[in-house]
């Protein structure tokens, strides 16, 4: 049969209006971030997510449920069905040292109640210093420490996290008494920092990085085991002579123990591919400084049980108790 020129283009728009009807009816995916809109893991998580309809051909929503260091995510998730159609997006202060710190207080085990899928984003954590102490590196500042005890401390947004347990490292590597001054999150303690009301803080480069290059505060050092080629200029502190380098964060993606192992499949493969978006991985890398490392979900289960190992006994040793 003969098809004319407007039979032809009928047919066309036809086909393709099929990926768009299939994508409108089928089930949205919902994607759990236990963090607040704007900030850094919400970022991380809405650069992939926006991408993942055209790959998986079906609406995939973020929802918010921030709340006890991304906790309320993690109890939304374990209530959720295994059904392929909730997932949670964390870093990994929420499985390591919400597990580690606060295990009598959860309702879940990371390793028992929720399947890993991928891991999509690396990057290490610094330490500022307020312009107005006139510091330019680690041994300045540890020297700075030891002249003025009383003055010294850092900042972390909140306690009980890795910023916090690597301040301990920290001093216990430049053997220095350095008190933690915790905050309701970042903002506050970067503006306090680049105010000199708090003479050092810990925390992901993203929020101190602007300051640092207008000379507002001062990066002196990464807790990583190589310098961040996104940031080539700023040493690490092993290179300086203060052995710390447990301090890369990084972001995953879960699904509830029991979804289906094609679900778990068909999301993890499609992480990677959106990490191979050109797009994707400028985003990550110049505006919000993170590096865009893709591990499927053996290697991020492997990586969590190391962590979890490696970080225990430094929390038991620090005799740190919530609250």
Same mark, same amino acid.
């Given at each position: 049969?003969?098809? =004319?020129?407007? !039979?032809?283009?009928?047919?066309?728009?036809? &086909?393709?209006?099929l990926p768009q009807a299939s994508m409108a009816q089928a089930k949205p995916?919902?994607?759990?971030? #236990?963090? @607040?809109?704007?900030?850094?893991?919400?970022?991380?998580?809405?650069?992939?997510?926006?991408?993942?309809? =055209?790959?998986?051909?079906q609406p995939v929503i973020v929802d918010n449920k921030p709340g006890v260091?991304?906790?309320?995510?993690?109890?939304?998730? &374990?209530?959720?069905?295994?059904?392929?159609?909730?997932?949670?997006?964390?870093? +990994?202060?929420?499985?390591?040292? !919400?597990?580690?710190?606060?295990?009598?207080?959860?309702? $879940? +085990?990371? &390793?028992?109640?929720?399947? /890993?899928?991928?891991?999509?984003?690396?990057?290490p954590l610094g330490m500022g210093v307020a312009a107005n102490l006139g510091?330019? =590196?680690?041994?300045?500042?540890?020297? $700075?420490?030891?002249? +003025?005890?009383?003055?010294?401390?850092?900042?972390?947004?909140?306690?009980?996290?890795? +910023?916090?347990?690597?301040?301990?490292?920290?001093?216990?590597?430049? #053997?220095?008494?350095?008190?933690?001054?915790?905050?309701?999150? *970042? /903002?506050?303690?970067?503006?306090?920092?680049?105010?000199?009301?708090?003479? *050092?803080?810990? *925390?992901?480069?993203?929020?101190?990085?602007?300051?640092?290059?207008?000379?507002?505060?001062?990066?002196?050092?990464?807790?990583?085991?190589?310098?961040?080629?996104?940031? /080539?200029?700023?040493?690490?502190?092993?290179? !300086?002579?203060?052995?710390?380098?447990? #301090?890369?964060? $990084?972001?995953?993606? $879960?699904?509830?123990? #029991?979804? /289906?192992?094609?679900?778990? !499949?068909?999301?993890?493969?499609?992480?990677?591919?959106?990490?191979?978006?050109?797009?994707?991985?400028?985003?990550? *890398?110049?505006?919000?400084?993170?590096?865009?490392?893709?591990? =499927?979900?053996? %290697?991020?289960?492997?990586?969590?049980?190391?962590? &979890?190992?490696?970080? %225990? @006994?430094?929390?038991?040793?620090?005799?740190?108790? @919530?609250?």
């Amino acid at each position: 049969m003969k098809l =004319n020129r407007r !039979q032809l283009l009928l047919s066309g728009s036809a &086909l393709l209006a099929l990926p768009q009807a299939s994508m409108a009816q089928a089930k949205p995916i919902r994607i759990l971030v #236990g963090f @607040p809109p704007g900030g850094a893991t919400d970022a991380i998580a809405r650069v992939v997510a926006d991408k993942l309809p =055209n790959v998986l051909g079906q609406p995939v929503i973020v929802d918010n449920k921030p709340g006890v260091g991304g906790r309320m995510a993690a109890d939304m998730l &374990l209530a959720a069905p295994a059904d392929g159609l909730t997932f949670m997006v964390a870093p +990994n202060a929420t499985p390591t040292f !919400q597990m580690l710190v606060f295990k009598d207080q959860l309702k $879940w +085990n990371i &390793l028992k109640d929720f399947s /890993p899928v991928a891991s999509f984003a690396s990057y290490p954590l610094g330490m500022g210093v307020a312009a107005n102490l006139g510091i330019s =590196n680690a041994r300045e500042f540890v020297e $700075w420490a030891r002249k +003025n005890p009383s003055k010294a401390s850092y900042g972390t947004p909140g306690l009980g996290g890795q +910023n916090a347990f690597l301040g301990v490292q920290f001093a216990k590597a430049a #053997g220095i008494e350095l008190p933690v001054t915790p905050y309701k999150g *970042s /903002p506050p303690m970067v503006t306090d920092l680049v105010g000199g009301h708090v003479p *050092s803080a810990i *925390s992901l480069l993203d929020g101190m990085m602007a300051h640092h290059r207008a000379g507002k505060i001062k990066i002196i050092g990464v807790f990583s085991k190589e310098r961040s080629p996104l940031m /080539p200029d700023i040493p690490t502190f092993a290179e !300086q002579g203060i052995d710390v380098t447990s #301090g890369e964060g $990084w972001t995953g993606i $879960w699904a509830k123990a #029991g979804t /289906p192992k094609a679900q778990v !499949q068909r999301m993890e493969k499609a992480i990677q591919q959106v990490l191979q978006l050109p797009e994707v991985k400028e985003v990550m *890398s110049q505006k919000l400084l993170v590096h865009p490392v893709f591990r =499927n979900g053996s %290697e991020l289960d492997a990586l969590q049980r190391a962590e &979890l190992a490696h970080w %225990e @006994p430094i929390i038991k040793a620090s005799g740190f108790k @919530p609250e």
